[in-house]
């Protein structure tokens, strides 16, 4: 099993993944980190709970 380190809105996680999916998923944290950076560019403070939820809903908005 694969293992990536990536990072989203300043922390570091590490995610497991199947082998040769990891630049896949260092693709898809690429697009949360895009649309975190759109949300702290709009200025205000957000927890980091408020920050992923912020993100999930525009994510899904694009995929809807």
Known sequence: MGQVTV??????????CKDGEEAHVFELVGQIENKAKLIRSMGGQFSEARMLLHVALLLADEAA
């Open 7 to 16: 990072r989203v809105n300043g922390y570091s996680h590490t995610i497991g």
